[in-house]
């Protein structure tokens, strides 16, 4: 392999395979980043088994070749080179790969390339096609709400569902549950229903840039993965087996209480509440009270601490329903309105010691059911 590459270009593509890598694996070669010539292009790769991204960027080909490179050793030292030309020649028998740039050469002891799991091979023509601003504004509106304990594996995914040409994002960890809907620019011919890893579509969201391009996802027959292909970047992931819960007994049909607030202020607010709240329980007070005939409604939202003190905050709000003091935690809220886009959002509640659901006004594809703390004194 003799190829020629730009430092901008190579340290671009490592810095969207790397967060692959296996930080600790049995196989050695795990710790590597495949490094490979690709139809005049060169091909970057990182897998821990359970996810595998790959990066093609453009290069000059002289030599056609292979191998894998120490990913921290090879990432760090291309950081480090001046944003010019590296030339970059593997030495196949000892798979050394040397690396030279303006004054600087470095070898580097490589494993060979067929030590390295295979990436899939797929029908693209078979695949759902989606705008990739999209799918990743849908992402951030569910991935947070995902579990992190893996007591309860399916938790720790989303579920995604297709039918027709609408597609469902869910997320929940038995606290919280996240849905986002949105359609898709042509129908599926037969029902899709998978749960991808949460980390899966976080990193998608990460390295999906180009908000204009679009998205390829393929659900291969039988492998239990699903590949989403965009231009220069394609990422796999196992998918989680089992049964996802099903959702819709969560979601509250009705509610007494319709509060709307201003999304930055309500947030705002939320965010000094937690300063307190954090060193106790994460809980906030949220007292909702209806305006009288000559003044608005307001939510006071209230976080405190034996140990630093308390913060109120009073918000004006439309509320149309009876009065009522609930309590959150702080963070589930901070971390959805931090995902809601609209200027306005609703908080529809009934009681106390049922769950509250945000929604985005002027949006009715996203909805967030939070469940209640309880107060207390």
């Known amino acids: 392999m003799k190829v020629s590459v730009s430092q901008e270009n190579l340290a671009h593509g490592l810095s969207i395979v790397s967060r692959a890598v296996s930080p600790r694996s049995t196989l050695p070669v795990l710790a590597n980043v495949l490094i490979a010539t690709d139809e005049g292009r060169l091909r970057l790769s990182a897998t821990n088994l359970e996810m595998g991204i790959t990066c093609w960027i453009p290069a000059k080909i002289e030599e056609d070749g292979s191998t894998t490179a120490p990913a921290r050793t090879f990432t760090d030292l291309v950081s480090t080179l001046p944003n010019d030309r590296i030339d970059m020649a593997l030495n196949g028998r000892t798979q050394t790969l040397k690396v030279h740039s303006a004054t600087s050469n470095t070898d580097i002891k490589c494993i060979d390339a067929q030590e390295f799991p295979p990436m899939p091979m797929v029908d693209l023509s078979k695949g759902v096609q989606i705008n990739v601003a999209d799918l990743k504004e849908m992402i951030q509106q569910v991935v947070f709400a995902a579990s992190t304990d893996e007591a309860r594996p399916v938790l720790t995914g989303v579920q995604m569902t297709i039918q027709g040409n609408t597609i469902n994002l869910s997320a929940a960890d038995g606290f919280r549950l996240s849905i986002r809907k949105a359609e898709l620019s042509s129908a599926v011919q037969r029902p899709v229903s998978a749960i991808i890893p949460a980390r899966a579509l976080s990193e998608l969201a990460r390295v999906a840039t180009d908000g204009s391009e679009l998205l390829t996802m393929v659900l291969p027959p039988g492998r239990g993965q699903i590949i989403f292909r965009m231009k220069d970047i394609e990422l796999v992931s196992q998918l989680i087996d089992g049964v996802y819960p099903d959702l819709g007994q969560v979601v509250p049909r009705a509610s007494q209480t319709r509060t709307v607030l201003n999304t930055g202020a309500f947030l705002k607010a939320c965010k000094q509440a937690e300063i307190f709240a954090r060193e106790g329980s994460h809980i906030a007070r949220v007292n909702i009270k209806p305006g009288g005939e000559m003044q608005p409604g307001a939510v006071e939202i209230s976080g405190q601490s034996e140990e630093t003190g308390s ?37 529809e509640t009934n009681t106390d010691t049922s769950p509250g659901m945000l929604r985005p006004i002027g949006e009715d594809g996203f909805m967030h059911v939070i469940m209640p703390m309880h107060l207390g004194n």
């Open 311 to 347: 913060n109120q905050t009073v918000v004006d709000a439309n509320v149309e329903g009876p009065a009522l003091l609930i309590a959150f935690n702080v963070r589930f809220l901070r971390e959805v309105l931090d995902v809601i886009k609209t200027s306005s959002v609703s908080l």
